[in-house]
């Protein structure tokens, strides 16, 4: 009877007879279910892996092997579990299953960073629609993707799943692929709100954090993405920001997320475990991940003694209906564990392509002649090419297309003394490091190959005998830990020994070296970026990393990737390095955690340099940096022409015409930075707040970009009003290649200030020393 009650429901809310016959049918189904089934639908259907004895339900993990959790089914009431499954550069399921000959390979797209990197939301919407259709395809229901927290600090271990250091490209490329995904009908979950920034003591930390900093840098980013994409799901962080863990904060999931932004969807909790059940029920938390039994006994417990009121259970129990409703899984679609991985791969090789950012070329170095057949190839990383970071953000792909492999697809022919070394060395590294990393467990991520010492004669008979020389610069990062400074932030010595001799030797022939960056985060660059002759960033490109990369260096791609972060001089140059935990290395147990806990001033971060994050400080405290935000060269040339600017009572327009002045094809990105009048408080000298990507332009053809801001989005936030101000005055629009490289300014002028008051949440409860 009650079965048909849902079933009848959930007819009536797919096809809108709901409303039609005036009947709140979802609330029927509530009041049809028993405190228990509330519970269960709270609580996810975890896995034995996460909780053992504690795992709520039977064996739901398993309907897709790999995926990260699922809800709980109720089979009397006809819900069906639905499936979660990371990541952000592809879904991560397992690749083969007991009993079965075929396989659920996955497709390893660019790193969220290398794909803010392209400028181009209409690519990365492409890029999430590709990932969004495996989701659909491999019987998924929510891709928990993508992470959008702001590149705080170069070191934070998960920066390769985050975007960028700017809150409004963050968000723009977050919304984009959200689109994309969810264009599938599967949905999406982007994370991890908010404020996790670091991985160390990730779970426990609190992110002491001022309104302002909130506001304007790193919750702007999901604001942007849950307006204007409507993210079927958000996933709180592990942290606490301002003493309050943020799956427990009543002001952050409730009064910013759902009343002022419209959130309509549900929030779940990153992978924690039991915390304190009614007050993430309060907060508006809706489902727990991966969920155990004893947050259904606490619960249950609660609800009898009256510290948790059913009615706050049932909000929560009525959004995650709404959310099931909507899932393939409930739609009963069929999928078939087959996407099209060969038309994804080309997705990938070529959202690569322009997320390339070339950082150095002098002399026309590059694109390298065709015909080149004795290329030294050196670098461990060139014959193990890193498509993607560790941990959950890992995609367990086919295969992954190393540099050596994409040159040789290309035509190009290694220098084989050098290859067969490399090989060598890479075969006995494989072997020593194939227990130790199953030994350390992926959280803890796996060591890679060493550099091997180079010795000198050998590179002496390199230069003489080959074209050119290439070597590769490697490093990998993940979940649960952040980098170190030594051997990570900065080049091992080996790395520049290599870089040195490599140089001397070869430039000694008259014959030139290219380093090719195969990071996902930011690496020192300005002690020996003198050295080679071009650098091509290549991020972590996903499985065809070394078609993507080979594509670049012959030219049949042209690099349009710019910086979507900083590269400063030095780590410290970064004020958030005061006051980053860099030199706590793995902290993922607990052991270690209270460990560090007990230690003094461990625990917490404040986030004293407030706003001043990225090139908010470098530009406006005129601090020289290696490379600036959104620089990116080409191996064409453009002029910016004719700025204008229109404004309308509440936006401002302003469009520039870019030409192909060089030789050969190529796309830009031209970045719009808004200088603001002063006001009541400090602003930066000026912000983006706007970009846009030409056409793949032929020399001499031109295109007017037009950039569109709402003037509400000039507005800084005002701590003691509580309010985004737009202040009147004259503003200046700058249009630039990078912040360094401006091209273009006009200005306009806003009449009347506008005032926008939202709520006065989320204080610091800390006195700490903020920079003014
Ligand atoms: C990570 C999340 C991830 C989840 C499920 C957590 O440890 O922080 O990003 O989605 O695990 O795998």
Redesign the pocket.
Known sequence: MKRIIVMMAVAWTISGYAQKLGVNTLDEVINAMTIEEKAHLLIGASNEGFSGEGATIGKTWNIVPGA??TTVPNERLGIPATV?A??PAGL?IAPTRPNDSSTYYCTGFPVATMLAATWNPTLVESVGKAMGNEVLEYGCDVL??P?MNIHRNPLCGRNF?YYSEDPFVAGKIAAAMVNGVQSNGVGT?I??FAGNNQETL?TRNDARISQRALREIYLKPFEITVKESHPWTV?SS?NKINGTYTQEDYELLTTILRDEWGFKGIVMT??TGTRNTAAQVHAGNDLM??GNKEQIADILDKVKKGTLKESEVNICVKRILEYILQTPRFKGYKYSNKPDLKAHASITRNSAAEGMVLLKNDNETLPLQADLKNIALFGITSYSFIAGGT???DVNKAYVVDLQQGLENAGFGIQEKTKKVYEKFLAYENERLEEINIERGWYLGPLRPREPEMDNIFIKLRAKDSDVAIITIGRNSG?GNDRGIKDNFELSQTERELLTNVTREFHAQGKKVVVILNIGGVIETASWKYLPDAILLAWQAGQEAGNSVADALKGTTNPSGKLPMTFPLDYTDHPSSRNFPAGFVSNWDDEQNTTLLNKKDIGWTNYEEDIWVGYRYFNTYNKEVSYPFGYGLSYTTFQYSDIKVKTTASSIKVSVKVTNTGKVAGKEVAELYVTAPAGEVKKPSCELKGFAKTQLLEPGASEVLVMEVKSEDLASFNEAKSAWITDAGHYKALIGASINDIRQSTSFIISKPQVRKVHNVLKLQETMNRMK
């Open positions: 990260a959790g979660l990371d990541g991560r928990l993707a992470g799943e979950s994370k991890h990730r996933m592990y990153d992978w991940m991966p941990g959950s953000g979940e």
